[in-house]
Every structure is written in C-alpha cells, then in structure tokens.
T-cell receptor, first 112, second 113 residues
Framework: SQQGEEDPQALSIQEGENATMNCSYK?????LQWYRQNSGRGLVHLIL?????REKHSGRLRVTLDTSKKSSSLLITASRAADTASYFC????????????FGRGTSLIVHP | SQTIHQWPATLVQPVGSPLSLECTVE??????LYWYRQAAGRGLQLLFY??????ISSEVPQNLSASRPQDRQFILSSKKLLLSDSGFYLC????????????FGQGTRLTVV
C-alpha cells in the first residue's frame, strides 16, 4: 500500500523559529493529509491538500504539494513549545479506496 | 457530532493470554474502520481495515485478528499474545469516501510481559 515518508525524523528548534518537515510518496494520490500526535495520544487531523492544489494555509500552518516530485512540506511558523509533537503525513491512492497510510513521522521539539 | 471510544487506555497482559480491544464510533453510520499499531518511536502500521459489517481486510499477517460485529464496533483480538505484540494500538474511522480525514481514538498502550 501507499506510504508517505517524513523527513527529517527529528527536529529541534527554539520557540519563535519556523519548523519545516517534508513528506515523500511513491505513486499518484487523491490527496495528502497531515496529522499531529502528542506523546501517548491519538492522532489529530491538521490539514488536507488535494492533488490539484499546490498550497494551503491554516493559521500558522502552510502545506505545499508538488505532485511532479511526489512530495509535500508542512511549515509551522513562529513555533511554540505547545507545537512539540510528532507530525505524520497520510496518503491514499488515486482511484482507490481511501485507506490512510502513514510514514514514521517527524518528531518536533520546540524549546521555550 | 461524531465521537470514537477506545478502551482500555492501558493494558498489561502475560504472554500467552488472550486479548480483546474494543472501539466504538458514535454519530455516523457505515464508516470505514481501522486498527493501527505503533511501536515505540515508529510510525503507524495499518493492521486491519473494514468497509462494512463482517468485512475485514488484513494488511499484515500476524498473531492478531479483527472483527466488526456491528456497524460502529471494531474489535481487535488475539488468542495468545506474544511479546512482540506490545505496542500502542490506535483505532480510527473515516467516511466511506476519499478525501476525508480520519478520526482517531486515544489509543491503548499494550505491554505483554
């Protein structure tokens, strides 16, 4: 099944800095989603970007999608200590049933 | 509004004992249902998904099984647990169409001793 792979695996920054994490995938998709997971908790949906979209914003989040490179990036601007979490991208197959498949995630630590 | 309940939150079981984790969804009908496992510091591995009552697809051959006895109930089971079954188990649901988000339960931390 399709799987996104996040990069880097770990990211450590200071509060106020921007955090950028990337996701690469292998085959054509319908859409790509980003999720957040606080330690020991379930995942929470952040944002969805469709295959015909190139950029999407939600608050301090900015997501880009480059279908020619099969990659997406999640930018968190002006990070806060509360943004400390793991971030996952999820993809599905174009033309197939939506079965969200996840990569290993990026572990983000924001130091106050 | 839709909610998902998953229990128990933590579980410590001896090797060879049975397992039953339950997940229920409220506020929607005919959802897609999923069981994932997350090993420490790792990503989410899809174990099972279901698109309808009695319809179970297994992604990874293993010591576990899943059942969907009712439309909004998804159960993860094992007859005899192995040490390697330890992990964080997550139940999730989504609408039966592409392009919608998945909603996750709070997870079950299973430790097999």
């Amino acid at each position: 099944s399709q799987q996104g792979e996040e990069d880097p695996q770990a990211l450590s920054i200071q509060e106020g800095e921007n955090a950028t994490m990337n996701c690469s995938y292998k085959t054509s998709i319908n859409n790509l989603q980003w999720y957040r997971q606080n330690s020991g908790r379930g995942l929470v949906h952040l944002i969805l970007i469709r295959s015909n979209e190139r950029e999407k914003h939600s608050g301090r989040l900015r997501v880009t999608l480059d279908t020619s490179k099969k990659s997406s990036s999640l930018l968190i601007t002006a990070s806060r200590a509360a943004d400390t979490a793991s971030y996952f991208c999820a993809t599905d197959f174009a033309g197939g049933s939506y079965i969200p498949t996840f990569g290993r995630g990026t572990s983000l630590i924001v130091h106050p | 509004s839709q909610t998902i309940h998953q229990w128990p939150a933590t579980l410590v079981q001896p090797v060879g004992s049975p397992l039953s984790l339950e997940c229920t969804v409220e506020g929607t009908s005919n959802p897609n249902l999923y069981w994932y496992r997350q090993a420490a510091g790792r990503g989410l591995q899809l174990l099972f998904y279901s698109v309808g009552i009695g319809q179970i697809s297994s992604e990874v051959p293993q010591n576990l099984s899943a059942s969907r006895p009712q439309d909004r109930q998804f159960i993860l089971s094992s007859k005899k647990l192995l040490l390697s079954d330890s992990g964080f188990y997550l139940c999730a649901w989504s609408e039966l169409v592409a392009g919608t988000e998945a909603f996750f339960g709070q997870g079950t931390r299973l430790t097999v001793v």
